[in-house]
C-alpha cells in the first residue's frame, strides 16, 4: 500500500472529514500539522500549489483537500489509488 501523508492545521473540521473517511477506510497515514510545525507550510504549498488544509497525498499523488477525497470516493477511484504499490 502506498504511504498516506495529510498536511493539516489544528482544529480543521475538514481535516477530521478526511481523518474518519480514512479510518473508515483502514489506513494509516503521516500527519504533519503546519500550526505546529510552520516551517512545513512551505514544503505543502510548493507540493500541492494550495495554501489550505487538509492537502493529502498518496504515494505521489496529489488527492488534493477533503473535497477532492471525497470526490475520488464516490466516483471510485480512492480504493484503487489505495491499493497500488509504492
Given amino acids: 500500500?502506498?504511504?498516506?501523508?495529510?498536511?493539516?492545521?489544528?482544529t480543521c473540521p475538514y481535516?477530521?472529514?478526511?481523518?474518519?473517511?480514512?479510518?473508515?477506510?483502514?489506513?494509516?497515514w503521516e500527519e504533519v500539522d503546519i500550526g505546529l510545525a510552520p516551517q512545513r507550510r512551505a514544503e505543502m504549498v510548493e507540493r500541492s500549489g494550495r495554501t489550505t488544509v487538509p492537502q493529502?497525498?498518496?504515494?505521489?499523488?496529489?488527492?488534493?483537500?477533503?473535497?477532492d477525497l471525497s470526490a475520488l470516493?464516490?466516483?471510485?477511484?480512492?480504493?484503487?489509488?489505495?491499493?497500488?504499490s509504492d
Avoid: N, W, Y
Fill in 73 to 84: 470516493d464516490a466516483r471510485g477511484g480512492l480504493d484503487p489509488l489505495l491499493q497500488e
Fill in 56 to 67: 493529502i497525498f498518496i504515494g505521489d499523488t496529489h488527492v488534493g483537500g477533503f473535497d
Fill in 1 to 10: 500500500m502506498p504511504s498516506i501523508q495529510m498536511f493539516v492545521r489544528g
Fill in 15 to 28: 481535516c477530521t472529514a478526511a481523518r474518519r473517511l480514512l479510518t473508515a477506510k483502514g489506513q494509516a
